[in-house]
């Protein structure tokens, strides 16, 4: 299954490249959050190569694709993760599929395709970058970690804008980046770059394949109030482990 997919995700790079340089067009599901042909072209090839590989699993997409499967498998994609960036032609989003069985995810794969890495976790067997094994940082302190978070898309009309957290975070840490692919900053948490990064107004296509990259990587995640993570969920909170209850504290004091 899981070179299959990879190959997939890499293909679906190759679509997102073209398309980039041939030119997008853009249009806005809301006032600030964008979509473009090629998240839906991308989409719809991902789906039809998953149902020639796997024609009893369901599928969950970002642009529509709502399959019933015949078994217990999900995959949950997002054909790009980033979408923002993507429009601007600034080369930070990716292509990411994860693979849910039950509640748990079996396979996470995210692959950016202007810097061409590809990290690949499956249950139990590790995660890796363009075929090396990965490992969180050492980092024991909040005060010596880096780390990243995003703000959701009604930020100019929601309580929860995640602004407190930020300031909190980014004044006792190295920084605090906000780059703008959910599932980039988890597999940079998971290479160890980062330390941490949390996000709490998401979607289970942002965060499922990335999720296991992490926990394969050696990394803990949870929700940012530090109930248990769910894949089908709206938040996580995924660090190398050692800064999480730090990282919790800070989160739990609200605005
Ligand atoms: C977004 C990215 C971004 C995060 C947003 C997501 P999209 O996904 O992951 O980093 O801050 O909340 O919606 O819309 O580019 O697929
Ligand atoms: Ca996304
Ligand atoms: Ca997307």
Redesign the pocket.
């Known amino acids: 299954m899981i070179d299959q997919a990879t190959k997939i995700a890499l293909a679906a790079g190759v679509i997102l490249r073209e398309k980039l340089e041939a030119g997008v067009s853009i249009e806005h599901k809301g006032r600030i959050d964008l979509v473009t042909d090629a998240d839906r072209a991308a989409e719809a090839f991902i789906v039809q190569e998953l149902r020639k590989v796997f024609p009893s699993h369901g599928i969950l997409g970002?642009e529509g694709a709502r399959i019933e499967g015949t078994s217990d498998y999900l995959w949950v994609i997002?054909p790009?993760?980033?979408?923002t960036n993507f429009a601007h032609g600034f080369p930070y989003f990716s292509v990411?599929l994860g693979l849910v069985k039950g509640d748990e995810v079996v396979l996470g794969i995210v692959h950016n395709p202007m810097s061409q890495e590809c990290f690949v976790a499956e249950r139990g067997s590790g995660v890796f970058l363009n075929g090396q094994k990965l490992s969180v940082s050492k980092q024991t302190t909040l005060e010596a970690s880096l780390l990243t978070t995003g703000f959701p898309y009604d930020i100019a009309t929601t309580d929860e804008t995640n602004l407190k957290s930020f300031e909190l975070v980014n004044k006792v840490s190295q920084g605090v980046r906000c780059l703008g692919?959910?599932?980039l900053d988890l597999c940079h948490v998971a290479s160890g770059r980062l330390e941490g990064f949390w996000e709490r107004s998401?979607?289970p296509?942002?965060i499922a394949a990335g999720s296991l990259i992490v926990t394969e990587a050696g990394g803990q995640v949870t929700r940012c109030n530090g109930g248990s993570f769910s894949p089908l969920g709206h938040e996580i909170c995924a660090t190398n482990g050692q800064i999480h209850q730090e990282l919790l504290h800070l989160l739990a004091i609200k605005g």
């Open positions: 970002e997002d790009v993760d980033g979408t990411s692919s959910a599932a998401l979607q296509w942002d």
